[in-house]
């Protein structure tokens, strides 16, 4: 079958600038993307540079952008993507750094990021005589975010990095809890207290993208709301977070719905001058266009004690 | 130029754990390896990790059936001290992090495992590589190791009889540099790739064999190359563990009727039973999973379930899953002793690119990675402790320029219209066929024609990409340049030994002869060629 690819270029040693070339190959059937660009580095340009290493999904290392979605070159078959034509579009994941073709930056896309996690157990090296006993279950939780290999799928999902491309992102986040929550590491609280940090656990915005897109179902948004359970019950999260939290589920659970006024100020903290002083211009702007009722009332919603039981009912199950 | 006491030359579970060792010795140490470490062939390791930890278990019994697998050509002292070591080498990794399966106690399960006499296998589901590797990244970040990761050794720079460091070249920078050291550390893995289909990574291409050949290192027991039995065979080849055989899976043939083979015989001996039942008209073999039952087969072998998937189209827990022999890992390697010293001083060798008779002529499931640690472990020590009483030697001044030029070379002059594929696609069937799981005097003979005119075909083929900066054509020809010049080693150690012996099965000398043969073969470059010579095995 003749195929087209059409392939991201840029070459750093001569003008750097971003480009295309398209390459026509004729590939076997059920040939893989990668072995088409085998096939056209070897017969047609050998400068074409794209990374590769096991060959067969174990080890995620030829990720790149097929027709648009994040895919293994390796397990990509050539005949799922030409259903519409025989053209194929391979381009750099987004919003990554790109060194040459499709060779980009994973140290800044993901390998700096998950060294600040302090990625390693705080073990000692004669502990004990024989293993730690614990229970497969646990092993198990920890087995599972394991089975990550690192494939970027996860953080080229997240929604949070390309307005923030310092954010850790779920896959150093998903890698924070592989330590926080294996019962044998001797200071657990360490990796909570690095992602608690701004950049980090707080700055998820829930939109499970990284869950859609991890090819293990490792759920890293379900770790990342472990993490912050963790922080907050820990009491690692610093004051205003908590006092954030604390006062969005009294809000919500008071009226059936959140009295943002309340939160801003809540927030803030009721004896924090400096902060309520802050809040002022918003506050001015809100009720100089109509945003905010005067007097300030926030009324409950209809059926708001149905919510609430809901509150109780969720806080008896936390005891 | 870069300094430093110790530099280990591979990032998988050999490479990090020697690391990981000779720096907690107290030196100074780096990594480099051509890939991450994180997505190097050990990653692919799947079925566990030997220890002899059971009650019914002992470091005797895990002797006997090393010895047993090694089938006469294993150095016994050292799989003696290995057997010793097992267990604690385990045990630390546990405690390093490694989320082994737990039985009902909390305490590590085990699981039969190839042709182990019982269960001795610990694991973590069907990723012990993946897992292992990860952990061993985890202690080696967390002492602060300086890696040079995507670095491409192309030589090492031997002063006399002497080690001194190697030259690398950067992918990411485009640059060589030199990298000088009281002790380097070769760790870079098996040499399989040179077969096609084999089960390996692309980078499995024996550099580092070849590099201490070419600096005068000994090769020993090259022909030894181990096939896997339970192998998807298409494409690049899909790895299948025997611990689903171990688990209940059954070898079959298309109408699902069972192939009488014996699951717990050695690979070489199930490898051989597979290939000649196919012969026999019986057809292609089949895996049959489902006597394991799906939800075993989701909880014991996700991977093996989603790789099947992507890479073959088959859902495991319904379909019958074609399998043949594929070749797997290499026994041989440099001659080292068991502290990892090779014959050039300074120089030390572990892991797969090694060859320190633990594994004779075919290696039991499950010890490949325990010898990673366990050796790993003993040869960074070693080569830590070396460099402390090393005299420093100066790292001769005028290689990184010559080295420039060789690369140079490569690039200059007009290229022949073949490719760097067609000459490996060629190596790679010509080592199946000729060089493979059945080998005899004339094949071998073909071969070692064969390869010589591939040899110069190879020469012909110039790099073509003028660029420096992940520059994978250069690479490439580096990679094939070694797996040439080991396809001959290979082939010639295979052409001399007159017996059939673990790996090694020759239809014109099926038997072990154990009067001219309990010897290792050992090959040296001498005055341009290879010279091969016998090596008594110590008993």
Redo the contacts between chains.
Sequence with gaps: MQVTFKVYRKDPEKDGKPGRTNYTVDVPDGATVLESLFKIRDEMDPSLAFRCSCLRGHCGDCMVRVNGSSRLTCTAKVSAYTQKGPEISLDPLRNVPVIKDLVFDWDAFMWNKIKEVKPWLEAEETSANGENSVSDAAMQDIRKVMSCFYCGMCDEGCTVLPVDFNFLGPAALTKAYRLAFDPRNKDSREQVKIVEKPKGIWDCVHCYEADEHCPRGIEPTKRIVALRDRAFNSGITHEAVARHHESFAASVKESGWLDEGRLAVESEGLTNVKGLMKLLPTAAKALSRGKAPIPYMHSKRPDADKIKKIFEKAEQEEK | MQEFDVVVIGGGVSGLRAAVAAK?AGVSVALISK??P????S??AQGGINAPLGKDDSPERFIEDTLAAGDGLCERSIVQSFAQEAAKEV??L????V???????????RRRFGSNSLSRSCY??D?TG??VL??LY??F??LAIPAFEEWFVTSLAVDGETCVGAIALGL?S?KLDSFAARSVVLATGGLTRMYLPSTV???TTGDGQALAYLSGARLMDMEMVQFHPTVFP?????LITEATLGSGAQIVNQQGAAIQVSKDAPRSKLSLSISQAAQNGAGSAFLDLKPIGKDKILSFF??TH??LR??AGLDCTKDLVPIHPVAHRPMGGIEVKASGETSIAGLFAVGECACNGLNGAGRLAGNTLSEAVIFGKRVGEAAAGYAKAAVKKNFPAAQLADEEKTLAALASGDSSQD????VHAELGGLMNEKVGLIRDAGGLTQALDRIARLKERYQKIK???T???????LTTHLELGAMLILAEIVARSAQARTESRGAHYRSDFPNLDDTNWKSHTVAKLSQGSTQLDKKPVAN
């Design positions: 907690r890939t991450h994180l997505r190097s062939n990653a692919l045990l630390w546990e405690q390093m992090g989320p082994f399966n737990r039985d009902k106690d909390g305490r590590l399960d973590t589901d990723r993946h897992i990860n952990v985890e202690q970040q967390r990411r485009g990574s692309i980078g298409k494409g690049q080849g899909l996700p991977q989603e790789l992507s890479v490719s760097l594929s067609a790099v073509r990409n660029g420096r900066i992940y520059n994978y054509e």
